[in-house]
């Protein structure tokens, strides 16, 4: 089905180890985000992509890489995984119109 | 200090209107938004409004703005439980980025 998705839903790593989280969306929009959602802080941007090999810093990158060699696809890696990188992670796309987003399912990361 | 603030809590009676405020700092916003996460979903945008505009309606929902004081609202007439989520609002367009920034969100919580 058409759509933005998020793989895996659910993820349990240890400290220190990297992970990667996966966002693959059939639009062919131009703009992909990442967000992490945690209580108290809200949705937070972490990086953003305007187009394949674009991207560009959020609120809260650090500890975060990302990269877009194919439009429809924006993978979140984190390197080192930390007990603070704890937080349900979301994807979204939206096309010219960078306000108009679209979300994906998110991604619960528990990192122990 | 935050770019768009939302009390984080509304209780309402099923049938009862809801209404629930945003403020945000930036005068230069273009464009308004309201989201709605339902529980264990990504958020799916409800609304818009332009910064042009005082008022939306669409259906149930009324948007209103007030430009002077920076404040956002969204009227849920006849709330239904089905209508229990997390409301964010957003803005974009200040500083020529079209990148919403969110509030923290509201949790409504429709009892019957």
């Known amino acids: 089905d058409a759509g933005i998705t998020q793989s895996p839903r659910y993820k349990i790593t240890e400290t220190g180890r990297q992970v990667t989280l996966m966002c693959h969306q059939t639009?062919?929009?131009?703009?992909m985000f990442w967000y992490r959602q945690d209580l108290g802080h809200g949705l937070r941007l972490i990086y953003y992509s305007a187009a394949a090999d674009i991207t560009d810093k959020g609120e809260v990158p650090d500890g975060y890489v990302v990269s877009r060699s194919k439009t429809e696809n924006f993978p979140l890696t984190l390197e080192s995984a930390t007990r603070s990188q704890t937080s349900v992670y979301f994807c979204?796309?939206?096309?010219?119109?960078?306000?108009?987003?679209?979300f994906g399912p998110g991604t619960r990361l528990t990192v122990t | 200090g935050e770019d768009v603030e939302q009390s984080l809590f509304l209780s309402v009676r099923e049938g009862d209107s809801s209404v629930i405020n945003c403020t945000y700092t930036d005068s230069s916003s273009t464009y308004l938004y309201w989201y709605k996460q339902e529980p264990g979903a990504g958020l799916q945008l409800l609304t818009y409004?332009?910064?042009?505009?005082d008022m939306k309606q669409d259906q149930r929902l009324t948007v209103l703005l007030n430009k002077k004081d920076k404040h956002l609202s969204l009227r849920i007439a006849d709330t239904q439980t089905g209508d229990s989520a997390i409301y964010f609002c957003?803005?974009?367009?200040?500083?020529?980025?079209?990148?919403?920034?969110f509030g923290r969100g509201t949790s409504l919580i429709v009892h019957p």
């Open positions: 409004i332009f910064s042009n505009m």
């Open positions: 639009w062919s929009h131009s703009y």
């Open positions: 957003a803005e974009s367009g200040s500083g020529g980025s079209y990148i919403p920034t």
């Open positions: 979204a796309s939206s096309g010219i119109k960078a306000y108009e987003q679209y």
